[in-house]
Nanobody, 123 residues
Framework: VQLQASGGGLVQPGGSLRLSCAASGGTLKTYTVGWFRRVPGKEREFVAA???????FYADSAKGRYTISRDNAENTVHLHMNNLKYEDTAVYFC??????????????????WGQGTQVTISS
């Protein structure tokens, strides 16, 4: 499965972005899809995930502001980000895999990764 992440950009604090993770070579709805982000000098961290069942998971920093959703017709998963903060600045990666429940928030649970898209929050 090849993943293509897109939708990043430069927005002001309080703004919104929608990231997209488009897949080819496989059907994304049969995988758990996660979003992770990495800030220079820090470990990659979990942001959100959606299981093939539709059940969603969010990092505490994302709850109430981010929504992950599937568009099965487009073989795509979106990450809607609202009320963006300076600390949301990072490179965002999407990933697909079939992690066990305890590994959904771990990058090691995902076999396929997109290339990353930069999100910058700045006034």
């Amino acid at each position: 499965v090849q993943l293509q992440a897109s939708g990043g950009g430069l927005v002001q604090p309080g703004g919104s972005l929608r990231l997209s993770c488009a897949a080819s070579g496989g059907t994304l709805k049969t995988y758990t899809v996660g979003w992770f982000r990495r800030v220079p000098g820090k470990e990659r961290e979990f942001v959100a995930a959606v299981k093939y069942s539709g059940h969603t998971f969010y990092a505490d920093s994302a709850k109430g502001r981010y929504t992950i959703s599937r568009d099965n017709a487009e073989n795509t998963v979106h990450l809607h980000m609202n009320n963006l903060k300076y600390e949301d600045t990072a490179v965002y990666f999407c990933a697909a895999g079939r992690p066990i429940q305890s590994a959904i928030t771990s990058s090691s649970g995902y076999a396929f990764w997109g290339q990353g898209t930069q999100v910058t929050i700045s006034s």
